[in-house]
């Protein structure tokens, strides 16, 4: 709906840049959440194209308490709420194809810290705002690969792993948050061509962001704890 609020992480290339630029097509105001605002060219570009106000660049590294603080600071003295919040950045830091020998064990950790301590900290951070808002929505950019009843390879461990423990953290928000009115759902996005998602990806970051859009819109409280694919359905996604 035209004037909603959404703060999405991530923003600086990829599947985020492409949801902030759709979301602000649709008249939504967009605070986009990245590491190096200096680095943004694409998304400058994005803001420079859109209507005037409509995307702010904001600095947030989503492992960082400091700058996840600020943001949410920063975010609280522009605006009074936000009404959806798009839990977006993650890395894949592994190749992929590594044995269990020949994986690098700090992958986890690093997965761990972005794909899933990042979600709770800057959840936690915007809850205030959220609360404030009159139908609050979180979006945790979860995967297939976090599915563990599908899961039929070695491939993407730590990867893998930090997405099927967002699945958990999401329901366990969805329970807390509930009682709230905030609503949290896990949501795939397709295979897109990014640089987690590869060249050979089916999916443009536009064709992606144009449904995943079109699904935050519509999503209702009986989605809370829901893992849905990009279209809004439960039973593409199995957990
Ligand atoms: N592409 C796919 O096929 C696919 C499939 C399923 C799920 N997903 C999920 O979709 C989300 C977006 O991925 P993508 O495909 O668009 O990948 P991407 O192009 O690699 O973008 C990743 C984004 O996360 C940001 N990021 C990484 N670490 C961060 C941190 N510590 N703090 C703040 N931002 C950080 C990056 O910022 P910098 O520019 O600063 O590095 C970048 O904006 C991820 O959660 C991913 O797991 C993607």
New binding site residues.
């Given amino acids: 709906m035209e004037g909603t609020t959404v703060m999405i ?10 949801l902030a630029s759709e979301l602000a097509r649709r008249g939504w105001r967009v605070m986009a ?4 605002p200096a ?2 060219h694409g998304l400058l570009a994005a803001a420079q194209s859109a209507a005037p106000g409509s995307i702010e660049i904001i600095p ?5 308490d400091r ?1 996840v603080r600020s943001a949410a600071e920063e975010t609280a003295r522009q605006w009074r709420a936000i009404d959806v919040l798009v ?6 830091p592994e190749e992929g194809n590594e044995t269990l020998e020949e994986l690098p064990l700090e992958c986890f950790a690093e997965a761990f ?3 899933v301590v ?1 979600v709770a900290r800057v959840t936690r951070a915007f809850l205030p705002l959220l609360t404030a808002a009159p139908y609050p929505r979180v979006v945790n ?5 976090g599915s563990v009843s599908q899961k039929e390879d070695s491939r993407y461990y730590c ?1 893998s792993v930090s ?1 099927a423990a967002l699945n958990m953290l999401t329901r366990a928000m969805a329970a807390e948050l509930r009682p709230r009115g905030i609503t949290v759902v896990a949501i ?11 060249p050979k ?1 089916p ?1 443009t ?1 536009a064709e ?1 962001a144009l449904s995943l859009a079109t699904t935050i819109d519509r999503m209702k409280p009986g989605d809370a704890g829901q893992f849905l694919d990009r279209h809004g359905n439960r039973e593409n996604t199995a957990w």
């Avoid at 959440?33 to 190096?36: H, K, W």
């Avoid at 947030?60 to 960082?64: K, T």
């Avoid at 839990?87 to 894949?92: L, R």
């Avoid at 795939?188 to 590869?198: A, D, L, N, Q």
Wanted: glycine letters at 18%.
């Fill in positions: 992480t991530g923003a600086s290339r990829g599947i985020g840049l492409a959440g990245v590491r190096d680095g943004v947030l590294d989503v492992c960082c700058s839990n977006n950045a993650g890395v894949f810290a972005v794909n990042g950019m979860s995967s297939r690969a990867y997405k795939s996005p397709g295979w897109v061509k990014t640089e987690i998602g590869g990806a999916l970051v992606s």
